[in-house]
């Protein structure tokens, strides 16, 4: 395949139309403005450390213009571009440096760089490097199906992995979700998640940069704020991009009204399960929610069809059909097919899949099977082809001999409306063998009891998957892309029991 740069590509065909808007610094970049902006640092780059050279360069910094150029530039240049997670301990971010080895760190003041770094510049100075006019030589990319980025897991269960993906990647992800979420050469974005996370980076940044439209970039989420940028008619934000607790927020902040947000076309929402209850309440509210799936190893995979109401009703709670370059199947343990309805693991096979782990061969080796990505989800279809995702695999546990999914216990206390947030881990259980222990949020002002929640749940759920303890907390450890760490919460669970 031919090697794409869509940015270079509408900077030739409608150069004036808007590509990327910092609502921070209030910069403003046209595509012509961007293309030449990459073109210069790409030049910069490909001198400073040789053309095509495959090395590392890494920021350490928030959300800015500044990032989306220097990935942009990176591929150009032929070097390798690593976003590293700044939410992450000094120890985390050595970690993750010491892994990569990145060669050259563009960094914000705020934080410190780690010391096996060589060569640290500010992430302010970038715009202005290299001379105008001046571009990488033609050699300087490497082939399409070579590593362009390297993103980092969130670590949400151990040692974070560097997920290799090339620009064949990036291109069929941002494919599905152009043409699964309808994006056109109209579309606004607007971009609160992190540019170190595939949500941020990817599905609301490089896909409106594919398809010819505009994203506006945030610092970060905010739920006033965003409230205030998605509801503002002259923002025409028509896609957002959400994990479920964001969702939460926004639905509960002061201010909400629903008829402001019914111009969205399309708001994803993924990273973790999202609530059946959450999701009825904003499609019966008029707000076209598109939840889905996907990983950073896999880019977009599932979405529902946000252009018909009835079946974001009918569907609530589904991920959505597979998007247009995505295989999928559901297997039993031995890898047979399983019908439809029954509990699986989840696999995915197709362009947009990563080659696999940077440094880390036997874990790649793992992760895939009869050249099918085994996602470590477990999931199920119906009788329409329409996919649910029921939990992580890991996060199952076995109480009185019989499975129980975390995610479908969370669903059912989410039906509360005094539950912001919800989180359910088994910890061990002398007659059991497993028990759930639940951690609950409560909206603020709301008044939750743990009889509360057992009551609903006694209406809803078999016993055996009623959680046997209920925590009311003040907050869920969270990553920075929003999923609950659910390690951290056994270990906590473990420390409360054992106390």
């Known amino acids: 395949m031919p090697l794409i740069d869509a940015v270079a590509t509408h900077a030739r065909s409608h150069p004036n139309q808007p590509a990327l808007w910092d609502l921070e610094s209030e910069r403003q ?7 030449a902006t990459v073109d210069r640092l790409a030049a910069w780059l490909s001198d400073h450390l040789g053309a095509g050279s495959g090395s590392r360069v890494a920021t350490l910094a928030k959300n800015c213009g500044e990032i989306v150029a220097l990935q942009l530039a990176c591929v150009r240049a032929g070097a390798i571009f690593v976003p590293l997670n700044w939410r992450l301990a000094a120890a985390e971010i050595t970690a993750l440096a010491h892994d990569a080895a990145p060669v050259l760190l563009f960094k914000d003041d705020d934080f410190e760089a780690p010391a096996a770094i060589p060569e640290v510049l500010p992430i302010s100075v970038t715009l202005t490097l290299g001379h105008d006019g001046s571009k990488p030589p033609a050699q300087a990319r ?55 996370h595939t949500a941020g ?36 934000v028509s896609h957002y991009f959400s994990v479920p ?34 999701s009825e309440r904003f499609v019966n509210a008029g707000i076209r929610i598109s939840e889905g799936f996907g990983m950073s190893e896999t880019g977009s995979n599932f979405g529902m069809p946000t252009q018909d109401i009835d079946v974001l009703r009918r569907k609530a709670g589904s991920s959505g059909l597979p998007f247009m370059a995505i295989e999928a199947k559901i297997v039993d343990e031995e890898g047979h097919d399983v019908a439809a309805g029954e509990v699986g693991e989840l696999l995915l096979r197709g362009p947009s ?22 996602t470590g989800d477990a999931a199920r279809s119906d009788e329409d082809g329409f996919y649910y995702i029921v939990d992580r695999r890991k996060d199952m546990y076995i109480s009185g001999g019989e499975n129980v999914y975390p995610a479908e216990v969370e669903a059912t206390i989410a039906e509360v409306t005094a539950v912001a947030e919800c989180a359910i881990v088994g910890v061990p259980d002398e007659q059991w063998g497993e028990v759930g222990r639940a951690y609950i949020v409560p909206v603020a002002g709301a008044t939750l009891t743990p009889d509360t929640i057992r009551e609903h749940c006694l209406a809803r759920l078999a016993k055996y998957k009623i959680p046997k303890s209920i925590v009311v907390t003040d907050t869920l450890p969270r990553t920075a892309s929003g999923k609950v760490q659910k390690h951290i919460l056994r270990q906590r669970a473990l420390d409360e029991l054992s106390g």
Not at 163 to 179: A, D, K, P, R, T
């Open 29 to 35: 970049w046209t595509y012509a403005a961007l293309d």
């Open 142 to 196: 490497r082939p399409f199906e070579a590593t362009s980025t390297l993103l980092y897991s969130s670590g949400t269960s151990g040692r974070p992995k560097g997920i290799m993906l090339s620009e064949s990647n990036v291109f069929w992800g941002c494919v599905n979700f152009i043409y699964g979420c309808a994006v056109t050469r109209t579309s606004v974005f607007l971009c609160d998640m992190p540019l170190f």
């Open 201 to 236: 980076l990817m599905a609301a940044t490089r896909v409106p940069l594919q398809a010819g439209a505009c994203v506006l970039l945030t610092k970060g989420f905010d739920p006033t704020r965003t409230l205030h940028r998605l509801a503002n008619p002259e923002l025409r």
């Open 245 to 278: 607790q964001m969702a939460a927020r926004l639905w509960n902040e002061p201010g909400f009204q629903p008829q402001s947000l019914r111009h969205i076309v399309a708001w994803a929402i993924g990273g973790a399960p999202n609530p059946k209850a959450q």
């Open 353 to 374: 899949i990563t080659t696999g782990y940077w440094n880390q061969p036997e874990t790649t080796a793992k992760a895939f099977r009869d050249g099918w990505f085994c």
